[in-house]
């Protein structure tokens, strides 16, 4: 086998057909494959122009020998047919396959269909021995018996020569599906374990920082290998200080953690929108409320977002709804602010703030934002200015609507009656039932909170379970270790050039929502706290010991040509004898470097490519008003000025 497929490799060239001349046809089959090929005589030399073989299924192994060649007969007349329908041709074969198909006395619907096919050509039949019948042959024991496949497998791993692949494939009618046989290299080189991480950053720079499924495609195209290359690329790229600044990762998230209210009115989501538009009014902004439990919604419009304008607001429907025990927000400085510190604390209500730079935690409020402003901006018809006068109205129907979570519209929880429809109550008999006496009131109230409500509890908890496994089934959920290495998303890039992360940073802790409380090198707390999608776990190798990290100043020259330019940066609190050179990978942040030319007001474009050296030996840190500081690294080898 081995042999063959060598030779086949060596000699065999795919001829294109040529009409002009007559054509063969070689067939033969195995006890698991039949094999066919097309070729043509032209002067004397054989011109192969297709191989085709499958395996034999289960039941047609089971046929006789004489049976498996006609059906490899058949196999090539239908494979071959667009060159061999209404062309005379030549077979060369078993002869007693033919001979086998006219002695059935009963032929079954199979036989028959064979013979079917059989007489749609003109051909001649030419006796060949098996063992002269080579290449048909060898096509038909491609198939090995499944019995021995890894066996087989195992052996072309340790020596084959010969990788086959598909090269092209056309419609199955046609003959051009052809399965070529590619070289590749057969020595491989395994080098010692130490010389293993230079191996892979050779690759990793090579192909420009490539992933590490590219760096082991490269390695091994190169013919090098070794056990646990895969891995060990994979790690290496989680160390690399440019691709920790600049791979966009998969996020990651936490398991949802739904928020419950049971209680209509003590628990409301708020926030704002805003059409960018100043209504004839003078109104510029949307407060939506959100009654958590009910899903009863409430919506007012404001000249503007100031924070009295806010609690004004807020008051007004405390007053008509009774006080909360907890209000929901984002950090806006609408919400978070001195006169709404001191209304929750007169009031005793929990104000929650949500994670900074992450909506979905204040999703209740987010949603009910898009629901109205689509309905509003559905109104309006083009008529900008008067989209709060559509406000009242969109708040009704929006409480109207049958929510899925509740199976019930938000105006008959919050009310527990149902809202009157749309008809004309004038009319005799429209009139309402008889008031209901106060025992019958308070009837109705002990149901609310002793049936409805625990079973609307029920329900929810039942629908935000199914919620949370389908999200948990369908996202990354990612848990960071105390003390591991992380790197921080950056929310607002300056620049497409700018990188995407900024860091490294140490995970203090997890807090009870889910979020995490990070420290930069010198112990400094970070003033938030990070949720998963965030943040992006890294290779601790590469984070530099406090005693070795000193701050940067500022960046006052460079010299050399873009790609080997240096720059003078003067450490803060040292003197301009302690200047120092440093080349572009020195920095873990280009942005100090994009900063620098900018101050000399070259184009962004022009600055130099530094994103493909970094080691990270240097550390951003920021200060007040523009200036920014750096760390550096007693690893970086000071040179004269």
């Not at 990793?204 to 013919?223: D, F, P, S």
């Not at 009654?291 to 419009?301: G, H, K, S």
């Amino acid at each position: 086998m081995k042999a063959i497929k060598q030779e086949l490799a060596k000699n065999v060239l795919l001829h294109f057909p040529n009409m002009a001349e007559p054509f063969y046809v070689a067939t033969d089959a195995s006890n698991h494959g039949i094999g066919a090929v097309l070729f043509q005589k032209i002067k004397g030399k054989d011109c192969i122009i297709s191989f085709m073989a499958r395996a034999l299924s289960k039941s047609e192994r089971n046929y006789s020998t004489t049976k498996r060649e006609l059906l490899g007969i058949v196999f090539a007349l239908q494979k071959f047919h667009p060159y061999l329908w209404s062309n005379p041709f030549t077979i060369y074969t078993d002869h007693k396959a033919l001979t086998y198909l006219n002695t059935q006395k009963l032929a079954n619907t199979m036989m028959l269909n064979w013979f079917d096919v059989l007489m749609d050509y003109q051909f001649d039949i030419i006796h060949l021995p098996g063992i002269e019948n080579v290449l048909p042959d060898q096509l038909s024991r491609l198939f090995t018996p499944d019995e021995h496949l890894e066996g087989d497998k195992i052996e072309d791993a340790k020596d084959s020569k010969i990788k086959t692949g598909k090269l092209y494939t056309h419609d199955k009618r046609c003959i051009f599906h052809v399965r070529v046989l590619n070289r590749e290299p057969t020595d491989v080189i395994t080098p010692p374990e130490e010389e293993r991480p230079k191996e892979l950053e050779r690759a990793h720079m090579t192909i420009g920082h490539a992933g590490a499924e590219h760096i082991v495609r490269y390695l091994r195209r190169e013919g090098i290998y070794w056990t646990n290359l895969p891995q060990d690329a994979v790690e290496m790229v989680k160390k690399c200080p440019d691709c920790q600044k600049y791979n966009i990762t998969r996020k990651g998230y936490h398991p949802l953690r739904p928020i419950y209210a049971y209680i209509p009115g003590d628990h409301w989501a708020i926030d704002l929108a805003s059409f960018n538009k100043t209504s004839t009014k003078g109104n510029n902004f949307l407060l939506v409320m959100v009654d958590v439990c009910t899903r009863f919604c409430i919506l007012r419009a404001l000249p503007n977002k100031h924070s009295d304008t806010i609690v004004e607001a807020l008051v007004q429907v405390f007053c008509d709804f009774g006080i909360p025990r907890v209000l929901q927000s984002d950090n806006g400085r609408e919400f978070k602010n001195t006169i709404m510190k001191k209304l929750v604390e007169s009031l005793g209500v929990h104000h929650r703030f949500t994670t900074p730079y992450h909506p979905r935690a204040n999703g209740i409020a987010e949603r009910w934002v898009q629901s109205a402003t689509d309905v509003i901006r559905k109104k309006i018809e083009g008529a900008g200015n008067d989209w709060d006068y559509y406000v009242p109205s969109t708040q009704l129907e929006l409480n109207m609507r049958v929510a899925k979570r509740l199976n019930t519209p938000p105006f008959s929880l919050m009310f527990a009656r149902d809202m009157n429809a749309y008809r004309d109550y004038r009319k005799n008999g429209a009139t309402s039932s008889k008031p209901m006496s106060h025992d019958e009131l308070v009837e109705r109230l002990q149901y609310m909170q002793g049936i409805v409500f625990p079973a609307l509890k029920e329900k929810v908890e039942a629908y935000n379970q199914a919620m949370t496994d389908k999200f948990n089934s369908t996202h990354k959920l990612i848990d960071f270790p105390e003390q591991s290495h992380v790197m921080v998303r950056v929310q607002s890039r300056g620049s497409k050039l700018a990188p995407a992360f900024e860091g490294p940073y140490t995970v203090l802790r997890k807090t009870e929502g889910g979020t995490y409380v990070l420290q930069d090198e010198t112990g400094a707390l970070m003033p938030r706290d990070y949720v998963p999608s965030e943040l992006k776990l890294i290779s601790q190798d590469e984070v530099v010991p406090i005693d070795e990290l000193y701050e940067l100043e500022a960046i006052i020259n460079h010299r050399g040509k873009p790609g080997r330019r240096q720059y003078l940066v003067r450490w803060k609190g040292y003197g301009p004898e302690d200047d120092q050179w440093l080349d572009p990978d020195a920095f873990t942040d280009p942005a100090f470097i994009m900063q620098y030319w900018n101050r000399r007001n070259e184009k962004e474009e022009n600055s130099p490519e530094i994103d493909e050296n970094g080691k990270t030996v240097i550390r951003k840190r920021k200060a007040k008003g523009d200036e920014q500081n750096v760390r550096r690294s007693k690893r970086v080898k000071r040179s004269s000025a």
